[in-house]
């Protein structure tokens, strides 16, 4: 345990030139932005389909080089597959001006695909890109959307949603008692 610290260092030093500049694909239309930040400027734009290398990620986006269109910049996670699956994945050709979370909800659906057995079942992976939370000037920017604050309502339980769940389920509420802290 005492050279822990040492061993985390050594294999962090060794996996970082894998991690460097890895083969990708961009699978929806995608902004590119001159820092990690959508209050910065966009340099261009990159398509569904095309082939980048990726050099850094930060939070909820990574930088990438497009060959083809000599654009260098940053886009968001979501927007780029990295690794063996990167020349199969598919792509959206469409572009989606509803946000950062339903890219996310999108790719959630989407990633589930990637994780088939050979018998064709899905399998019990769980797929994610580990974005950490909204940046200082996203969280600057932000502005309450309450139409939407209304729709997801209908996602909330009610008592009668729940006597339906614990009949389906077999379950009944079991008294456990109070037990005090000692001393």
């Known amino acids: 345990m005492k050279h822990l610290p040492q061993i985390l260092t050594i294999f962090l030093f060794l996996a970082a030139p894998s991690q460097a500049n890895q083969d990708g694909v961009i699978v929806r239309q995608a902004p590119?932005?001159?820092?990690?930040?959508?209050?910065?400027?966009?340099?261009?734009?990159?398509?569904?389909?095309?082939r980048v290398s990726v050099f850094d990620r930060r939070g909820g986006w990574q930088e990438i080089f497009s060959e083809k269109q000599g654009i260098t910049g940053w886009v968001r996670s979501y927007q780029v597959r990295q690794g063996n699956f990167a020349p199969q994945v598919k792509t959206e050709t469409s572009s989606d001006s509803r946000g950062f979370l339903s890219g996310l909800a999108s790719l959630s659906r989407r990633a589930s695909g990637f994780f088939k057995s050979s018998s064709?079942?899905?399998?019990?992976?769980?797929?994610?890109?580990?974005?950490r939370g909204l940046s200082e000037d996203e969280i600057k920017s932000a502005v309450a959307d309450f139409e939407e604050f209304e729709r997801m309502k209908q996602f909330a339980s009610s008592q009668k949603r729940m006597n339906v769940f614990t009949s389906q389920g077999g379950l009944s509420a079991t008294r456990v008692p109070y037990i005090s802290e000692s001393k």
Do not use: E
């Open 32 to 50: 590119v932005y001159a820092k990690p930040s959508t209050a910065v400027q966009q340099v261009g734009q990159i398509k569904a389909g095309s």
């Open 120 to 131: 064709g079942s899905t399998s019990s992976g769980t797929a994610t890109i580990g974005v």
